[in-house]
C-alpha cells in the first residue's frame, strides 16, 4: 500500500449494489494486511458506514456494539447487509452483518440520535503525559526492524501513533502495569465528513486496545507463539473531534482470566474533552 490515508478512505467507500431484499447490501474492500486476516478495526468502520447510508446526515451514531465472529480473509471483499430495526422520533437502530463467502464475519448494532441538548460532564483527562511531538513514531521505534510486520506497522498504517510510556512491540519495557496512553491521529487530511471521522476513529479504536492486557503481563507483540485476537468491541461516540488531529486514547485492564482479557479505552482530544469510550474483550493466549 503506496497511500495509508487513500487506502483508509477507499475501504471506507462503501459500494451500494443495489440490491434489496429485506435490507440494505453494501459491498467494500479487504485492505492487504501481513498476516493475511482483515483487520477488525477495518470491517467494525465498514459496518458503521453501512448503517450510516441508511440514516440521515443529521441523525449521529452514539454507540456500537460487535462481535467478531471468524477471522476475515484480505483476498476476499466484504458484503455488508443492514437491517432497518427501528426508526423514532429521536434515535434510530441499525444491524450490520459483514459476510464472507456467505458466511458472517462481525455481527453489530449501532443506535444513532438527533443532536439534542441535555445533562452535560465528563472525567478528567489524565495530566502530566508527554506532548505527542516529543515521542517517537512508530517508525522511528521500528527503525531497526527488518520484518514484513514491523514495516507495515511502520509506514503503511493511515495512524500515526505515538506511546506513554513506550510500545510493546518487541519488548516490555518499564513495570508490568495494565494500562497505557496512546497519541494518534491520521498520517494524513481527512475530509471534512464528520460521520468519516467517527468511523475512522472506530477503525482505530482497535489498533493497541488489547494492548494494556498485553503489557500487565509482560508480553509483546513479538513474543514467539503468542496468540491475541479481539471477541467484541463496544463504542459511544461523546463528542465531535476530527481524526486528523491529535488524540490521546487512555487504556486499562481491570481483568483478565480464561484465556480471555478485558480492556476499556477514553479517548480525548488536546483541550481534554472526552470524545468516545471504549471497551473490549479479546483472546489473550501466552506461549505454552
Keep these: 500500500m503506496s497511500d495509508p ?37 477495518q470491517v467494525l468502520a465498514q459496518a458503521l458506514v453501512a448503517a450510516q447510508r441508511t440514516l440521515a446526515e443529521d441523525r449521529i451514531v452514539h454507540s456500537m456494539h460487535g462481535y467478531f465472529l471468524r477471522p476475515g480473509d484480505i483476498n476476499l471483499p466484504i458484503t455488508f447487509s443492514v437491517d432497518r430495526i427501528h426508526d423514532g422520533r429521536s434515535f434510530s437502530t441499525r444491524r450490520t452483518q459483514a459476510y464472507q463467502d456467505g458466511v458472517p464475519i462481525l455481527s453489530a448494532i449501532a443506535s444513532f440520535q438527533d443532536e439534542d441538548a441535555g445533562l452535560d460532564h465528563q472525567i478528567e483527562m ?13 517508525a522511528e521505534s521500528l527503525a531497526s526492524l527488518d520484518h514484513p510486520v514491523a514495516r507495515y506497522w511502520a509506514s503503511e498504517r493511515p495512524f500515526d501513533m505515538r506511546y506513554v510510556p513506550s510500545p510493546i512491540f518487541i519488548s516490555v519495557e518499564g513495570g508490568h502495569v495494565a494500562h497505557q496512553a496512546v497519541w494518534l491521529k491520521s498520517v494524513g487530511p481527512m475530509p471534512a465528513d464528520m460521520n468519516l471521522h467517527r468511523a475512522a476513529l472506530a477503525y482505530a479504536s482497535d489498533y493497541s486496545i488489547l494492548e494494556s492486557i498485553m503489557r500487565r503481563h509482560g508480553l509483546a507483540w513479538a513474543t514467539p507463539g503468542i496468540k491475541v485476537a479481539s471477541l467484541d468491541h463496544a463504542m459511544w ?33 488536546r483541550s481534554g474533552r472526552l470524545i468516545a469510550s471504549v471497551a473490549q474483550e479479546g483472546m489473550v493466549r501466552p506461549p505454552r
Design 5 to 41: 490515508m487513500a487506502g483508509l478512505l477507499s475501504a471506507l467507500d462503501l459500494t451500494d449494489t443495489g440490491a434489496r431484499t429485506n435490507e440494505d447490501i453494501f459491498t467494500g474492500p479487504s485492505q492487504w494486511m501481513p498476516q493475511g486476516r482483515v483487520f477488525g478495526g
Design 126 to 138: 489524565p495530566d502530566n503525559l508527554p506532548d505527542p511531538e516529543s515521542l517517537p513514531t512508530t
Design 237 to 269: 461516540w461523546h463528542r465531535e473531534a476530527r481524526v486528523d488531529e491529535w488524540l490521546l486514547y487512555v487504556q486499562e485492564s481491570p481483568n483478565a482470566i480464561g484465556g480471555r482479557g478485558l480492556s476499556l479505552g477514553r479517548i480525548f482530544d
